[in-house]
């Protein structure tokens, strides 16, 4: 049959016939995308999420950049006409001494309460009940829980309240009464001892997932070789959630930079020694009503936020040794 020797030899030097074509001349693609949407569709779904971002991220971020460079403020003639001043709010805040000593403040808030603080009891918590029976576990993180997700106001009341230095808890426990006015004489170590135990649900949560996912085979392993706890903690448990303590370093670390809860505390005093950065946005803008200046700190401190989360993601992409 010669009209199979071609089909033959096509088949030999492995070459196939071309098929037909199924799509329009000129479309190097399908004519939808993957779900079969559409792009009109598929544009239509997500605008709600578009308008939402622009109207809370963008515009507020546009927003303090603009009066940023202006002598904006809240009353007076510079609230109806603001001026432009350019860069001269910046040069202002970089020479303020008040704005070095709140990030310092800021520093060390971060570091005490976060980075330390909530890390490490979060982590412990984690650790701690794994063996522990389900009933327990529930009752400890239920516990934990509440003084997150109690609102702030409510929060700030209790913790002001218990360390009141006429009748307050942590007086009484002391057998202290009147005793140590602790907001004012201690109002960096209130706040940072604040902050961990409201905050540190979040890291026992995250740990604790983080642990789920360790393989009990190389649990099983450490303990047949005779491994003590801390070495399976160095070489097995740690290694594994490596990149979950990272990623809740970064989160809690951004959270507490711009946390504004102390505030309610102390209000920043007594004379500034508690003015975090967030409570030196607030004073400066609200009860100094110098709206420009705020404008050009807040910038700053996006900018330091962004710097940290970059160091942050720079120290997530080298793998350990």
């Known amino acids: 049959m010669p009209a199979a020797e071609p ?3 096509a088949v030999a030097t492995g070459a196939t016939a071309a098929p037909a074509a199924t799509m329009p001349a000129g479309r190097a693609g399908p004519a939808t995308d993957v779900v079969g949407l559409g792009r009109w569709r598929a544009l239509g779904f997500v605008t709600p999420g578009l308008v939402l971002i622009g109207v809370f991220l963008v515009f507020p971020a546009l927003w303090t950049l603009y009066i940023g460079v202006t002598d904006y403020r809240l009353t007076g003639t510079a609230a109806r006409a603001p001026q432009i001043v350019g860069l001269e709010n910046y040069r202002r805040a970089l020479t303020d001494p008040t704005f070095y000593r709140s990030m310092w403040l800021t520093l060390v808030f971060v570091l005490g309460s976060a980075v330390l603080g909530q890390n490490l009891l979060g982590f412990f918590f984690a650790y701690a009940l794994r063996p522990a029976r389900p009933a327990v576990r529930r009752l400890v993180e239920a516990l934990v829980l509440l003084a997150w997700i109690l609102p702030s106001s409510v929060v700030a009341f209790l913790w002001i309240a218990m360390l009141d230095r006429d009748g307050g808890t942590v007086n009484v426990l002391l057998g202290q009464v009147p005793g140590v006015a602790w907001l004012i004489e201690y109002p960096m170590v209130a706040i940072v001892v604040f902050n961990i135990w ?3 649900a979040f890291s026992m949560m995250l740990y604790s997932a983080a642990l789920s996912g360790v393989p009990p085979s190389q649990l099983e392993t450490a303990r047949l070789a005779g491994a003590s706890t801390g070495q ?3 070489d097995v448990i740690l290694p594994n959630i490596r990149r979950y ?3 809740n370093t970064l989160l809690i670390t951004l959270w507490t930079f711009n946390d504004f809860t102390p505030f309610l505390l102390t ?3 007594p004379n500034h020694r508690s003015e975090v950065v967030a ?6 803008a609200i009860v100094g009503g110098e ?3 705020s404008g050009a700190i807040s910038l700053l ?3 330091v936020n962004l710097l940290l989360a970059l160091v942050y993601l720079r120290v997530a992409r080298v793998r350990p040794a």
């Open 7 to 9: 089909a033959l030899d």
């Open 198 to 200: 409201r905050g540190t």
């Open 232 to 234: 399976t903690l160095r």
């Open 245 to 247: 303590a990272l990623t």
């Open 267 to 269: 209000a920043g005093g």
């Open 279 to 284: 409570a030196y946005i607030y004073n400066t």
């Open 291 to 293: 709206m420009g200046y």
């Open 301 to 303: 401190v996006l900018l």
